[in-house]
């Protein structure tokens, strides 16, 4: 069956270190792959989009990786903030866009 | 105010009742989608919207779901007799294109559904 999975436990990180985020996949074969977040009572927001034929997208301090080999993709935040603290989804498609149940992230001051 | 609006923000209702729920979306925005969200769960695909057509009901749950979108804009997702299983925050999101292009979601910031 087709699975999207993240680390459902959370993740804490010191302020100002890299936080990495992980993305695996089954059974799947996306054409891109994209990273939400979402915070507590509001709906997600569109951080970043990754296409199949490319390895690495930055944006500011973010940055995201995707390996159709391996099939899972890597979200990076560099310099990690208390203010980054929030959940992390990613999304496929396929025929249809899926969503993971999302990592949530912990910046510690 | 250029955002997805969704209202209400809260219901709280009694099992059996109808809720009706409904969603603006960003203007010109072509693509509609209505998503569950289950607390710790992931969003669940319930519909999509082209235009004023529904191409992929395929995640409606049940016979008691049905969603329509009038003048290629607002949608009214409806939950008749309404059972305890179905509280959940629904969210609501809309996009310039639909079907496999890539572009990204903008979500409203959900409604809250209670049923007692």
């Known amino acids: 069956s087709q699975k999207i999975e993240q680390n459902s436990e959370a993740l804490n990180i010191q302020e100002g270190k890299t936080a990495t985020l992980t993305c695996n996949y089954t059974n799947y074969s996306p054409a891109y792959l994209q990273w939400y977040r979402q915070d507590p009572g509001r709906g997600p927001v569109f951080l970043l989009l990754i296409r199949e034929n490319e390895k690495e997208k930055r944006k500011e301090r973010l940055k995201v990786t995707f390996d159709t080999t391996l099939k899972q993709s890597l979200f990076h935040i560099t310099a990690s903030q208390p203010a980054d603290s929030a959940t992390y989804l990613c999304a496929l498609r396929d025929d249809k866009i899926i969503f993971g149940k999302g990592t949530r992230l912990h910046i510690l001051p | 105010g250029a955002g997805v609006s969704q209202s209400p923000s809260n219901k709280v209702t009694e099992k059996g009742k109808d809720v009706e729920l409904r969603c603006d979306p960003i203007s010109g925005h072509t693509a509609l989608y209505w998503y569950r969200q289950s607390l710790g769960q992931g969003l669940e695909f319930l519909i999509y919207?082209?235009?004023?057509?529904?191409?992929?009901k395929s995640g409606l749950p049940s016979d008691r779901f049905s969603a329509e979108r009038t003048g290629g804009s607002v949608s009214t997702l409806t939950i008749q007799r309404t059972q305890q299983e179905d509280s959940a925050v629904y969210l609501c999101a809309s996009s310039l294109g639909g079907g496999r292009e890539n572009q990204p979601q903008h979500f409203g910031d959900g409604t809250r559904l209670s049923i007692l």
């Open positions: 919207f082209q235009g004023n057509s529904a191409p992929d």
